[in-house]
Each structure stands twice: as structure tokens, then as C-alpha cells.
């Protein structure tokens, strides 16, 4: 079974960036395909990149090309992602997310509890 | 880039009836659907994937039909805690998987 725990709430000021954790237990990042998904309040399901086993590379949504990484650190088994030049429309709750395993397709059966960001001068 | 468009937005239907979702992509994408469920202040939790396989644990209410361009979520007696709004997720490729924007689903 797969956990993913996210890191705590940010409060960042415009032209700022956030970095948010996502530590799997149950498996290793190796196994998995470690995704993004955001939602802004009242608003829906927005992806915004992932791991793409097929290629070996983290592939990002084109409205985020340039102000997001996705990095994985595999000692630790802890995913990070980091949006730079932030702005008030990137308030929204960020979530982790990942399949049963890494060649599975990207859907996601296995969530973080998300991680509110508000960006508000 | 291939949109998903799902309908209605919202309905509303009393206990006991059967409830359909629609949700169509703007070109076919086999049968690389996944359908969420996300009721307020919680996770979204997986239903369907590959458009009609139910995830474990899902009640046997819920089911997911469809391939190419039309997809249905079919939830066949309605339930107080189905309760939620429902998404649709196309992933036959990472550059672009795309969320339908959901439909929100009350009891009359």
C-alpha cells in the first residue's frame, strides 16, 4: 500500500516560489510514477507534469513549461515540486499523486493529502 | 491538444435512481479514461480506469463504459453519500492528460 505525505501549507508573497514535498512509504519513487495535480479553490482538477517512464523524463503540462521542476530525490524516496514567479492565480491546493506502479498509465489510485498554497501580497 | 468535455455540469436526482455522466475528448483516446470522485474538502479517489474497470474496493454501483470519443460513468441506484463531484481524466499520453471539468451531483 502506498502513502504519500505531503508538506505543510505555504503562504508566499507574488514573484515568489514554493517548494512542496510528497514522501512515499509503502514503495520506492523507483516503482512509481510520481505526478502533480493542482485545484484552485471552487475550481477543478488541473495536471500539471509527471513522470513519463516511457521516456525516462518528467514531462510538464505547457502552461507551466518554465516555472515549474519536478524533481525526485530516490535516497529518500521524497518527490518535490517547485513553481517559481508565483501570482495570485496560483492560489490553489497541491496535490501528488501516482498509479499502482511506475508502468501503469497515468491515472491515480494513490493521493497526498494535498498542500495549500496561497500566493497574497 | 485533445479537449475532454463532460456533461451535464451539475444535476441534481433522488435516491434510488440511475445517474449517467457523460464525457466526450475531441478525438479518440482508445480507452485511456479514468473517472474521479472528489467529495467536498477531500482527495479525489479513483472509480473507473481504462474507462471501465472498477477500481478495487468501489462499490458495484458505479461503472465506466466507452472507448474512442464517448465515455459514460453510470451509477446504477443512486446513494446519499455519492454525494460528490465527478471528474474524467484522459492519460493516453503524459505530455497531455487533460481533466474533464467536472459534474457535480446533488440528491433531489
Known amino acids: 500500500q502506498v502513502q504519500l505525505v505531503q508538506s505543510g501549507a505555504e503562504v508566499k508573497k507574488p514573484g515568489a516560489s514554493v517548494k512542496v514535498s510528497c514522501k512515499v512509504s509503502?514503495?520506492?519513487?523507483?516503482?512509481?510514477?510520481m505526478h502533480w495535480v493542482r485545484q484552485a479553490p471552487g475550481k477543478g482538477l488541473e495536471w500539471m507534469g509527471g513522470?513519463?517512464?516511457?521516456?525516462?523524463?518528467?514531462i510538464y503540462a505547457q502552461k507551466f513549461q518554465g516555472r515549474v521542476t519536478m524533481t525526485e530525490d530516490t535516497s529518500t524516496d521524497t518527490a518535490y515540486m517547485e513553481l517559481s514567479s508565483l501570482r495570485s492565480e496560483d492560489t490553489a491546493v497541491y496535490y501528488c499523486?501516482?498509479?499502482?506502479?511506475?508502468?501503469?498509465?497515468?491515472?491515480?489510485?494513490?493521493w497526498g493529502q494535498g498542500t495549500l498554497v496561497t500566493v497574497s501580497s | 491538444d485533445i479537449q475532454m468535455t463532460q456533461s451535464p455540469s451539475s444535476l441534481s436526482a433522488s435516491v434510488g435512481d440511475r445517474v449517467t455522466i457523460t464525457c466526450r475528448a475531441s478525438?479518440?483516446?482508445?480507452?485511456?479514461l479514468a473517472w474521479y470522485q472528489q467529495k467536498p474538502g477531500k482527495v479525489p479517489k479513483l472509480l473507473i480506469y481504462?474507462?471501465?474497470t472498477l477500481q478495487s474496493g468501489v462499490p458495484s454501483r458505479f461503472s465506466g463504459s466507452g472507448s474512442g470519443t464517448d465515455f459514460t460513468l453510470t451509477i446504477s441506484s443512486l446513494q446519499p453519500e455519492d454525494v460528490a463531484t465527478y471528474y474524467c481524466?484522459?492519460?493516453?499520453?503524459?505530455?497531455?492528460?487533460?481533466f474533464g471539468q467536472g459534474t457535480r451531483l446533488e440528491i433531489k
Open positions: 499523486a501516482t498509479g499502482p506502479h511506475r508502468y501503469s498509465g497515468s491515472y491515480y489510485n494513490y
Open positions: 509503502g514503495y520506492t519513487l523507483t516503482e512509481l510514477s
Open positions: 513522470f513519463d517512464p516511457e521516456d525516462g523524463e518528467t
Open positions: 478525438q479518440g483516446i482508445s480507452n485511456y
Open positions: 481504462a474507462a471501465s
Open positions: 481524466q484522459k492519460y493516453n499520453s503524459a505530455p497531455s492528460i487533460t
